[in-house]
C-alpha cells in the first residue's frame, strides 16, 4: 500500500501518516527511497543552511523514522525486509567537494 509522504514538510505527520495506513498489515518490505539533493553542483560553503537542513533531514532523517515506525512489526512477526535506495554518489564521488554532503546523506 503506497503512503506518499513530503519528507521537507512535517516528518512527525507523515510518519504518522504511515503508521495509520499500514495500521494492521503485515509489511513484508520496506522501501525507503526518499531522496533530496543540490539543485546544482556547488562547495559545501555555498550551500544555504536551509538546503543543508532539508538534505539531512529528508535523506537520513526521513529514512530512520520511516524504519523505525515500520521495524517494530517486523521484528513481532520475526520476518521482513527493508531495502535503502543510496546513490551512486556515495561511492563514486564520496570526496567530490561539490556533492559531499549529499553523497553523505546517501552512503
Request: hydrophobic share 45%.
Amino acid at each position: 500500500k503506497p503512503v506518499v509522504v513530503d519528507f521537507s514538510g512535517d516528518l512527525n505527520d507523515g510518519v504518522s501518516r504511515i503508521k495509520e495506513a499500514v495500521e494492521g498489515l503485515d509489511v513484508g518490505v520496506l522501501i525507503n527511497n526518499v531522496g533530496v539533493s543540490y539543485p546544482y553542483a556547488r562547495f559545501l560553503h555555498e550551500v544555504d543552511e536551509k538546503l543543508l537542513g532539508d538534505l539531512i533531514k529528508v535523506n537520513v532523517e526521513g529514512t530512520t523514522k520511516v524504519t523505525q515506525a515500520i521495524l517494530p512489526g517486523m521484528i513481532a512477526r520475526k520476518r521482513g525486509a527493508i531495502v535503502n535506495i543510496g546513490c551512486g554518489a556515495a561511492i563514486v564521488i564520496p570526496s567530490d567537494p561539490l556533492y559531499s554532503v549529499y553523497a553523505a546523506t546517501k552512503a
